[in-house]
Structure formats: structure tokens, C-alpha cells
């Protein structure tokens, strides 16, 4: 009796995934851009909020998260001047380089 049963929920579970399949290829042949959409984050903004000794959480309650923010500003085309501040003096963190 469960073997039927199992049976029949593995024969519709096959039929949902041939539909999803189908539907997806459907959307995509008629130029559909699927998932979740990007957040449109200027990179020079952050670095200019963070110049101002924003933290990392309070950049990202804008619209992303701060592991996404820090990427952002690890990567190269962010120049290290804009992330410096006028006075190194006056950086809170001065003494914690790395």
C-alpha cells in the first residue's frame, strides 16, 4: 500500500519538475531576467560614507548587507585615497591596522 503511494507522490513530483523545468526555458526564451534583482549600489558613495567614519552596519542599512559593503570596498577599482581620512590622527581606529 505505501509503495503505491510512494510511488504516485514520485510520478507527480516528476510531473511538477518537468513543469517548472518547461516554464523556466519558456521565460527565458522570451528574454526574461529571472531571480532576485541586483541593488544598484554607487561604490564611490560608500566609500565617501565610510571616509566619514560610518561603520559597515550603518552603510548597509541603506539597502545591503555590510558583507556586501565590505566586498565592495576591498575591491580594487575603490581607490585607498578616497578611504583616508584627512588626519590619520583623528581616526578612531588608528592604532588597530592591520
Known amino acids: ?4 503511494i510512494g510511488a504516485m507522490a514520485e510520478f507527480e513530483r516528476s510531473l511538477i519538475r518537468e513543469r517548472v523545468v518547461f516554464g523556466l526555458k519558456n521565460a527565458r526564451a522570451k528574454g526574461v531576467t529571472l531571480g ?3 541593488a544598484q549600489v554607487e561604490v564611490a558613495e560608500l566609500a565617501r560614507m565610510r571616509g566619514k567614519g560610518m561603520t559597515l552596519g550603518q552603510i ?9 559593503v565590505s566586498s565592495l570596498l ?3 577599482a575603490v581607490s585607498k585615497q578616497a578611504l583616508t581620512w584627512p588626519d590619520l590622527n583623528q581616526h578612531p581606529h588608528a592604532g588597530l591596522r592591520r
Not at 1 to 4: A, E, H, S, V, W
Request: proline share 16%; aromatic share 6%.
Open 1 to 4: 500500500m505505501f509503495q503505491i
Open 36 to 38: 532576485r534583482p541586483r
Open 60 to 68: 548597509a542599512a541603506t539597502k545591503i548587507s555590510p558583507a556586501t
Open 74 to 76: 576591498k575591491e580594487p
